[in-house]
């Protein structure tokens, strides 16, 4: 089984920074690709950030310069560093990992965590 959990949202002010972490378990897995979304209330979900399958970093223009996705292979985990927070980045974020795994190629999806930018 391949779990990702998710760590770090909360309540932060207009213009200030959070963190989220990504862990990805299960045994004897490959992570192909893995990164953020998000999904704000009404709306679908969308990309954040992404590393891809070829190791290259995806970013939304709406993020570009404001949010680094970072990562650390040994632990299998992604980052999310975001600065700058603006009321429109309220949303639920959900890490995704593309998976190779005993049981095969997988899509996983994190529960999600909520990030509220609001004064």
């Known amino acids: 089984q391949v779990q990702l959990v998710e760590s770090g949202g909360g309540l932060v002010q207009p213009g200030g920074s959070l963190r989220l972490s990504c862990a990805a378990s299960?045994?004897?897995?490959?992570?192909?690709?893995m990164g953020w979304y998000l999904q704000a209330p009404g709306k679908e979900r969308e990309l954040v950030a992404v590393?891809?399958?070829?190791?290259?970093?995806n970013y939304a223009d709406s993020v570009k310069g404001r949010f680094t996705i970072s990562r650390d292979n040994a632990k299998n985990t992604v980052y999310l560093q975001m600065n700058s927070l603006k009321p429109e980045d309220t949303a639920v974020y959900y890490c995704?990992?593309?998976?190779?795994?005993?049981?095969?190629?997988?899509?996983?999806w994190g529960q999600g965590t909520l990030v509220t930018v609001s004064s």
């Open positions: 299960g045994s004897s897995i490959v992570i192909n690709a």
């Open positions: 995704n990992a593309v998976v190779t795994a005993p049981m095969g190629y997988l899509e996983v």
């Open positions: 590393f891809t399958s070829g190791g290259s970093t």
